[in-house]
């Protein structure tokens, strides 16, 4: 039997971190019903509102906790600076408005008692001492990846930046895909097309290429989730890649795969250009040296065309990797 009818959880969750977790579990085990309330003024620019609540929908999901609800946004919270006062009678004013009547209050905060009270509710003080938990907000966000074993992998993956490897055949970009995974320490992405066509051998449809740029780009996302993920997230080719060779190989292109190249220009932090100064190995699946070249100057041109700023990379594994590096580093 639940110890109340309704609890109250408010946060900034900026980022949503393991004692934030710690807080709701324990709402979530002695009540009903669970509110959750996410603001902040200022917000936070590269987390807004809609982001952090959607990391609370993530790790818990409505098929498995149907009596969590987030609650929406609220017209002109004050300042958080801004006495615990004011901020009182602004959660009061609000949550009368909304109709939200929780007669217990669950926080890992000083504030709590007296909005608790307040709110006519119980105070339900949880890891206080953040014995349980360690770690704050402000300690994430001054440096959110070396803390980021206190974060679901949901919401690390937000703070993670994809880094695309470029580059026509027998460039070196499978390597060094690999080659910078192991070396920054994080995950790293193949080149699913390889997997399509080899799959299909060799005898492609635009909608194979639709299937490659979906499918890599599912990889990608899922590195970005996966626990050895660091900061990084190295991938081997991008869908204006993948767009290239649709036209290339079938004459043509599916409008969804021209949306996916389009998306290319914001969804990778960093774009390299793997040389040709490497000697061209043919696999049996390759074209020719001379083809090569003509690949490459596609591909610059759709870098150009696009306006997407990318890095040229040559010379030894080695030393690309020092390359990448240095333009990684702050």
Request: proline share 7%; hydrophobic share 40%.
């Amino acid at each position: 039997m639940p110890e109340f009818r309704h609890g109250l959880v408010i946060g900034k969750f900026a980022p949503f971190h393991r004692g934030h977790q710690l807080v709701l579990d324990r709402a979530l085990a002695a009540c009903d019903r669970v509110s959750v309330w996410v603001y902040s003024r200022p917000d936070f620019p590269d987390m807004p509102s809609p982001v952090r609540r959607g990391w609370v929908r993530e790790v818990y999901p409505a098929r498995l906790y149907p009596q969590l609800q987030l609650l929406p946004d609220a017209p002109n919270p004050p300042l958080n600076g801004k006495p615990d006062g004011v901020h009182r009678a602004y959660v009061r004013t609000v949550l009368d408005s909304w109709g939200v009547q929780p007669d217990a209050v669950f926080t890992s905060e000083a504030y709590g008692d007296a909005l608790a009270e307040d709110l006519g509710a119980a105070h339900v003080m949880v890891d206080a001492a953040r014995a349980a938990v360690p770690v704050s907000g402000t300690q994430l966000r001054a440096d959110v990846h070396a803390h980021r074993g206190f974060l679901d992998p949901a919401v690390y993956a937000h703070f993670v930046k994809r880094v695309v490897l470029l580059g026509a055949e027998s460039t070196g970009k499978s390597t060094l895909t690999r080659a910078l995974g192991e070396a920054f320490g994080t995950t790293w992405v193949r080149e699913y097309g390889r997997d399509v066509y080899e799959r299909e051998n060799g005898l492609l449809t635009p909608e194979h290429f639709l299937e490659i740029a979906l499918g890599h780009r599912a990889l990608e996302d899922e590195a970005a989730r996966t626990p050895g993920v660091h900061r990084w997230v190295f991938s081997d080719t991008n869908a204006a890649t993948t767009l290239m060779w649709s036209y290339l190989l079938t004459g043509t292109a599916l409008p969804d795969l021209h949306a996916l190249a389009d998306a290319c220009r914001d969804r990778y932090a960093h774009a390299f250009l793997c040389g040709t100064d490497l000697p061209h190995e043919q696999d049996g699946w390759r074209a020719s040296t001379e083809v090569r070249a003509v690949q490459q100057a596609f591909i610059r041109q759709d870098l150009g065309t696009r306006g997407v700023p990318y890095q040229p990379v040559s010379g030894s594994v080695e030393a690309r990797i020092t390359q990448v590096r240095a333009a990684l580093t702050p």
